[in-house]
Antibody, heavy 116, light 107 residues
Framework: EVQLVESGGGLVQPGRSLKLSCLASGFTFSNYGMNWIRQAPGKGLEWVASISSSSSYIYYADTVKGRFTISRDNAKNTLYLQMTSLRSEDTALYYC?????????WGQGVMVTVSS | DIQMTQSPASLSASLGETVSIECLASEDIYNNLAWYQQKPGKSPQLLIYYASSLQDGVPSRFSGSGSGTQYSLKINSLESEDAATYFCLQDSEYPPTFGGGTKLELK
């Protein structure tokens, strides 16, 4: 069974940093591209970042480019999102999702709240 | 960026009815369109990919169609468990973009 479990969220002040993790199981992690997608409270879905299976290709949404870094450790079956210079508009539920072109499996999400 | 315009934003229907939800892309997305169902407090679940392929385990009352810039999700014989918000996603090119969502309420 494919499982994606996010962690690392919480309350953080504007301008500070936070690192999210997503532990994958139930599939060969190193064979799949992975993504972070977020959903602000009561809002729709926004793709944040994508990383290919071997980390050769990385893409970011314009809203986070230069502030967020996606990475992965295939030996640990773990996806990361390092978030810096956080803003109030980054407040959202962050999902990791497996990529098969489309996003076929999603984690349960981890909440990030940016507030003073 | 490709814009995805989803309609309607909300929908109310009765058990057993058939409903359709539309997504219009700002340019041709070559059937690279997926549909998701999201229930409150849950993560999105994939229903349809490549515009019309049914994800394993999804009931056959869900179907997708379309081409070019126009796509639709059809739900036949509505059941109570179908009350949810539905999103479309284009993954034809980066950045992937979502429709604004359709909240389906069962009367």
């Amino acid at each position: 069974e494919v499982q994606l479990v996010e962690s690392g969220g919480g309350l953080v002040q504007p301008g500070r940093s936070l690192k999210l993790s997503c532990l994958a199981s139930g599939f060969t992690f190193s064979n799949y591209g992975m993504n972070w997608i977020r959903q602000a409270p009561g809002k729709g879905l926004e793709w944040v970042a994508s990383i290919s299976s071997s980390s050769s290709y990385i893409y970011y949404a314009d809203t986070v480019k230069g502030r967020f870094t996606i990475s992965r450790d295939n030996a640990k079956n773990t996806l990361y999102l390092q978030m810096t210079s956080l803003r109030s508009e980054d407040t959202a539920l962050y999902y990791c999702a497996r990529q098969a072109g489309y996003f076929d499996y999603w984690g349960q999400g981890v909440m990030v709240t940016v507030s003073s | 960026d490709i814009q995805m315009t989803q309609s309607p934003a909300s929908l109310s229907a009765s058990l057993g009815e058939t409903v359709s939800i539309e997504c219009l892309a700002s340019e041709d997305i070559y059937n690279n369109l997926a549909w998701y169902q999201q229930k409150p407090g849950k993560s999105p679940q994939l229903l349809i990919y490549y515009a019309s392929s049914l994800q394993d385990g999804v009931p056959s009352r869900f179907s997708g169609s379309g081409s070019g810039t126009q796509y639709s999700l059809k739900i036949n014989s509505l059941e109570s468990e179908d009350a949810a918000t539905y999103f479309c996603l284009q993954d034809s090119e980066y950045p992937p973009t979502f429709g604004g969502g359709t909240k389906l309420e069962l009367k």
